[in-house]
């Protein structure tokens, strides 16, 4: 079974360009999370999609979109990039299992790192 | 919302020595998780563990949800435990709120 899987690994794009991430989730989850980790900090929430519809989102400005596709895997789309926005984009998959305790837990892929120049 | 403090920010340790992570909450929580980010940057699940205690080889973790703490246990520590340490907060089904990491390096 694999795990969230991210594409690209590595990403570098200059300032001003417009750059799309990819996430497939782990299998039988269906909403979709990405995190944005500047070097050095914790991972900050950007925004959540479950049924194809973003559900919640973070302090991040309109220039972050994002989608989810009736597999449920999901793209994160960054315009007008900006140096700042140079970080590792994080994308994780929900687990909930209510068998008595329920337990709500969060898988993570590997990650794209973005740089900007 | 939810604010996550970790301590030490940084820790050293000589291999086979042992160590306690600490993460302090705000609020109450509900499905907290610790993960160890490595350095390549893959955050790997360590515990789900909203309360009580759990252990996994040489790991353990501890949280007592009343007095708003958890802790990470690491005993015979390895050069392969270093990297960032973190605990998160998943609140109620949407996003998860970080603390800022503990990094530990590991010394052979």
């Known amino acids: 079974d694999a795990g969230v899987t991210q594409s690209p690994t590595h990403l570098i794009k200059t300032r001003g360009q417009q750059v799309t991430l990819r996430c497939s989730p782990k299998s039988g989850h269906d909403t979709v999370s990405w995190y944005q980790q500047a070097l050095g900090q914790g991972p900050q929430f950007i925004f959540q999609y479950y049924e194809e519809e973003e559900r919640q989102r973070g302090n991040f400005p309109d220039r972050f979109s994002g989608h989810q596709f009736p597999n449920y895997s999901s793209e994160l789309n960054v315009n007008a990039l900006l140096l700042g926005d140079s970080a590792l984009y994080l994308c994780?998959?929900?687990?909930?299992?209510?068998?008595?305790?329920?337990?709500?837990?969060?898988?993570f892929g590997p990650g794209t790192r973005l740089t900007v120049l | 919302g939810i604010q996550v403090e970790q301590s030490p920010p940084d820790l050293i340790l000589q291999e086979g020595a042992n160590s306690t992570l600490r993460c302090n909450f705000s609020?109450?929580?509900?499905?907290l998780q610790w993960f160890h980010q490595n350095p390549w940057g893959q955050l790997i699940n360590l515990f789900y563990?909203?309360?009580g205690t759990k252990q996994n080889g040489r790991l353990s973790a501890t949280t007592v949800a009343t007095e708003r703490y958890s802790l990470l246990y690491i005993s015979s520590s390895q050069t392969t435990d270093s990297g960032v340490y973190f605990c998160?907060?998943?609140?109620?089904?949407?996003?998860?709120?970080f603390g800022a990491g503990t990094r530990l390096f590991v010394k052979a």
């Open positions: 609020d109450s929580v509900n499905n």
């Open positions: 998160a907060e998943h609140t109620g089904g949407f996003k998860t709120i």
């Open positions: 563990i909203p309360s």
């Open positions: 994780a998959s929900r687990e909930y299992l209510d068998r008595g305790d329920s337990t709500d837990t969060q898988y």
